[in-house]
């Protein structure tokens, strides 16, 4: 398969295409996209200026990085210069970046383009992009449903053809549902591979930063230049690998398949789609069995205690004085914090922030937080004791393709069940990325491919192969 991104870097340096041309282009595409709402905001400025100094340098004979000239979406959780980073919530409807994030910094470096920031459900919560505060973003499929979340935005932008690649951020699925039901591919990097500085914290333990690109190739590109430590977040004690760009893979693996994820809940015509994967995976001389992973039904109850008790920790700065909004109508400090935080949050927001205090607080710490941290590590064995015997696990990214825009928007319950898949192993720090695996009727479905910590490199491999074998 050809590289989008390649064939833009060699374009650019040879002087074939200028970046003025391709970043115009790109905004122009951004700016017709407004049906489906992919963007909060477009850098149109800051892109073109950047793009000129690429060409100039090209003139003159200096090098130039490995992304040169390439546009990109950045989710609007990363702090960037340009335009206001929203997180897609009215509480940070006008807040100017201070500083960039270090993902954006080593893309800029490498001489990427962000042309705008994506939409997202506000401060990531969701799995729809629909808990946005400035409205849902558009399925590049069928514009009656959703795109998937949080990061929607960063995957409609690349199905649109807007972007070669986006940036997203996955606490417990938030690159690869989208990846999935935009018919892209997502990779969630191992927890602590990519630095967080300057991203908008949602889960301090699960947030991780990631590329959604058309391939696994053009992934691995990306996650190249932004892995690797980073002085500014200090979960960063990773050694990286020297590339990341996939490699042919000959040797043949043992993939296990995950059982739990194959059963009940798995739509039908999702399911065959996936045992289509499996027969190519076969085909090409891997062994492919059914692996058990026992306490994986306990992952969604799980991260609906762990997360919310970090976001309600996370969130707990937006307090009207130090951050974005602050209540035009408060008449005390106390009306100050408690205004600017009921107008500025909305209901997932604070669904969230009040289970999360609820779980822990004095009374039922240990019933709820304690709990399910223990569960937790039980999780982490089961991954461990699979990895045992099996070098990557595979299974369907969601339950089955993306649904209608407000059909589970009255009931979180089911909302936060189309996250079944991928939670367990954002709880875990394993890297996984979701690759197409067809479509049902016309809505694209995605694998996932799931790899013990730090195997991204080989998770990106075998992605890689399934699309050379499509
Ligand atoms: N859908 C999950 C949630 O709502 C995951 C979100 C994310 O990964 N940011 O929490």
Redesign the pocket.
Known sequence: MKSAIESIVNDVRSGKRKALNIVSEALKKAEESTAHNVFVSLTRERALTRAAEIDERVAKGEAVGALAGVPFAAKDNFLIFGSATTAASNILKHFEAPYQSTAIERLEAAGAICIGKAN??AF?????TE?SDFGPTKNPHDATRVPG???GGSAAAVALNIVPFAIG???????R?PASYCGVVGLKPTYGLVSRYGVVA??SS??VVGPLAHTAYDAGIVLDVIAGKDAFDSMMYLEREASYVPAVNSEPLKIGVVKEYMGEGLNDETKKRIEAQIEKLKAAGHSVEEVSLPNVDLALAI??VV?PAEISSNLARYDGIKYGHSSPHATSLDEVYKKSRSEGFNA?NKR?IMIGNYVLSSGYYDAYYRKAQTARTLLIRDFKKAFETYDLLIGPTGPGPAFKLGQNVADPLQ??L??IM??SI?LAGLPAVSVPAGKVGDLPVGLQIIGERCADKQVLSLAHQLEELA
């Open positions: 997202l459900d990531a919560h969701g799995s729809s808990n979340g949080s990061s951020t996955d606490t417990g699925g938030s690159i549902l949602m889960a699960t947030d991260y609906y997360v997932e969230r909302m936060y189309v996250d991928t939670v954002s």
